[in-house]
């Protein structure tokens, strides 16, 4: 199952590797925009780091899912992928990964440098882990149904009693409700009980939610 960041403050977290500082911080994003927003204010933050390198997620269908990564002048491949690779093996979707390096006056290698910031972007998940801010990612079906004015606010109130998601309520001739929900087959049948069969589930997308 996919998993994502709680919202809230940043996870930041900073190593020390030879005497270069790596200070990891991870965000919760909705957008390759606000990955970009994210970055910018890392750098703001940190004006006198050498390198800001970064990598996001976003987007729960994985027909639809951006990932991107820089290096920010660390040699190419040793810092952006690494750290992109992290969020891939943690299934992390939504999340941007900023890490800021201050250099020690060692160099690491090649090597050392991959090591360094996966092992960075690690330790920071880790602790997002440990501070209960990991949430799953759960894809849920969305339907609608057609009910008449009169027993519309009785439907209403008969689905939320029994736990069914209602994502939202339109008012034409007729009320329209759109459900999300993991069972198509489970809500197919409540709705036709409080309907008295004349309810018909219409499919309408679908919808992904913390859990």
Known sequence: MPSTLSPGADVVVETEIKHSRFIAALRRVDTPAD???????????YPDARHHCWAYVTGDEPTERAERSGDDGEPGGTAGVPMLQVLRARQLVDVAAVVTRYFGGIKLGAGGLVRAYSGAVAAAVDAAASQSRLLGRERLDLLTVDVGHDIAGRVDAELRGRGVLVVDTAYAAEVTFTLATKDPDALAAIVAELTAGAGRLEPAGVRWVDV
């Open 35 to 45: 990955a970009q927003a994210f970055l910018d204010e890392q750098r703001r933050g």
